[in-house]
């Protein structure tokens, strides 16, 4: 009777801490950061550009136009956003003007890292080094190793 108990005992925590684990977002923002060389080029575009912007620790810029009023995502919330993605030269490469949903944890890190410094009902402009963007990887009509910005306007975080 006693190993009966110990085994569901056993059995019981083992699927708890996978339930837990499960709901768990864990993810370092500053630990992938983009090399000094693209962090000094993003630099030099926002300073050519006469744009006051913030240096996150991973390398990506933004400029908070509207802090929001609702709920912080985490790196791993569901949210409805609506955007525009722009190179340095101002070519327009995607351009949302009704919410689309997604995962953060599904796209490029640069949103990734600094999106949860954003409320529901915010708005922000994110500059990404190449690394933290789409990297030496051509994306459609993005080239390989491009800035990216972003305007984003956070609708909504589920």
């Known amino acids: 009777m006693k190993k009966i108990s110990v085994w569901a005992l056993a059995v019981t ?11 768990k977002c864990e993810y370092d923002e500053c630990a992938n950061k983009a090399p000094q060389s693209e962090i000094q080029a993003v630099a030099d575009h926002i300073a050519a550009k006469n744009i006051t912007a913030v240096q996150h620790c991973s390398g990506v810029f933004y400029t908070i136009e509207s802090p929001g009023t609702g709920k912080n995502p985490t790196p791993c919330s569901n ?10 030269n101002d070519m327009v490469f995607d351009q949302k ?8 944890g599904g796209v490029v890190p640069g949103w990734r890292n600094v999106l949860p410094l954003l409320k529901a009902g ?9 690394s933290l963007g789409y990297g030496s ?11 990216l910005v972003f305007e984003v306007d956070l609708v909504a975080v589920q």
């Open 79 to 88: 949210i409805s956003v609506k955007y525009k993605g722009y190179l340095t």
């Open 137 to 147: 990887q051509a994306n459609g009509s993005i080239p390989a190793n491009s800035i």
């Open 97 to 104: 003007t009704t919410p689309v949903d997604f995962n953060l």
């Open 122 to 130: 915010g708005r922000m402009v994110i500059y990404i080094p190449p």
């Open 13 to 23: 925590l083992l699927f708890s801490a996978c339930s837990k684990d499960n709901n």
